[in-house]
């Protein structure tokens, strides 16, 4: 199959981009030798360049997104039904596929009841972050605003959000950042900071109540955490870690707020990944998945007692939540993620992610037989990352520069693959995989094999 445009067009293609395109996360100075790559069509799991090449794409759209694959029709056709029917109102006011979703989405979440719209992971996150500003101001004095966040973590890119970054080379240059951000110990085990502890999870659950009790119990307000780290490394909790941390912010009466903007709407293979965990959060921030990227959507999900908070009569006329989000009422939103959690049900997509998980896991796991480079094998589900090493014994990082050309060869080799990148100063070694929720068995295999053939040729 061949998605490419005509050779003229392409090249026109080629040159408007560089011309007037600034992409993210991007150097553009090699592109004054090097033409951008335009990707042109997707479907299922495969992509195609502006020039006709194949890829078969192991991170789901680059950043976790596509969780049920591209080309789904029956998404476009519920965006532009509702588009025509209705494509925007205000959310100061209800629509018919905003409750339609709400509803469904609670359902999936026991506990929580509250659903506030907006369109991206971090304009969640920085929803949450006010709301636990506001009730300090109004329930507790001014007293209890200080928010934790975890080392290795990620929870966008607005400024309240790069104030919560645990990956320096990622808030870098960008400051000075809000007060009342405090860092908590990241809970890697291959990375131990506690190599006497009897069990690992509970002595880095620990470290963030030493946290709580430095900065004074009565000043911190919530705890964001992701359930499983994603940009820092694709770091699972160790035994224990998550019990003890839900302890803890019931001692101390923090919220907690857990960030499912990689991990929602399957990609563990459980509808989100703290409920692999047993834990009780108070808010739940979520995007990428949840329409799989055919329309910008986030929700910032809480509980009614956390709602409650938000009422008031006459005699408190500013305690409602004075935010909005412009296109939180973009109806193509709630119209993508009704449909897209549709098909995650009726195709048993969890099921088939536990599935394939497996088989990632078995695949890499045997890699790791074959290749010292791979120095830990972690994940959960289509969710798992490969921690490249110069050396086994002492844990050495492989060089980052190793690591990209990696990458490169896979891509190389037609397979797409991520790995940590300018995030974690000598630390970016980790390769991270995320497909689709649709993948098979032969897209796993191809996946690891394209893996195990870039190590050799850069690695020997």
Known sequence: MNYAPKPND?????????AHVWHHLSQHKAYET?????????????IWDARGKEYLDATSGGVWTVNVGYGRTSIADAVRDQLVKLNYFAGAKGSEPGARFAQKLIEKMPGLTRVYYSNSGSEANEKAFKMVRQIAARHHGGRKWKILFRERDYHGTTFGALAACGQPQRNADYGPYPDGFVEVPHCLEYRSQYPDAESYGIAAADAIEAVILREGPDTVGALCLEPITAGGGVITPPAGYWQRVQEICTKYNVLLHIDEVVCGLGRTGAWFGYQQYGVTPDFVTMAKGLASGYAAIS???????????????????MNYFRDISTFGGCLAGPA??????????????????????????????????RHAAIGEVRGCGLFYGAELVADRKTREPLAEAKVQAVVAKCMELGVIIGATNRSLPGLNNTLTLSPALIATEADIDRITDAIGQALTSVLG
């Not at 929700?299 to 005699?315: G, M, N, R, Y």
């Not at 897209?340 to 890499?364: F, H, K, P, V, W």
């Open 299 to 317: 929700c910032t999900v809480t509980t009614e007692a956390i709602f409650d908070l938000f009422k008031s009569d006459a005699a408190d006329p």
């Open 336 to 369: 993508a993620a009704l449909e897209n959690m549709r098909i995650i049900e009726e195709e048993s997509l969890l099921e088939n992610t536990q599935a394939m998980g497996l088989r990632l896991r078995d695949n890499l796991l045997a890699l790791m037989e």
């Open 10 to 18: 392409m090249t026109a293609l080629i040159e408007a981009d560089r």
């Open 34 to 46: 090097v033409d951008p790559q335009l990707i042109v069509e997707g479907k299922g799991m495969r």
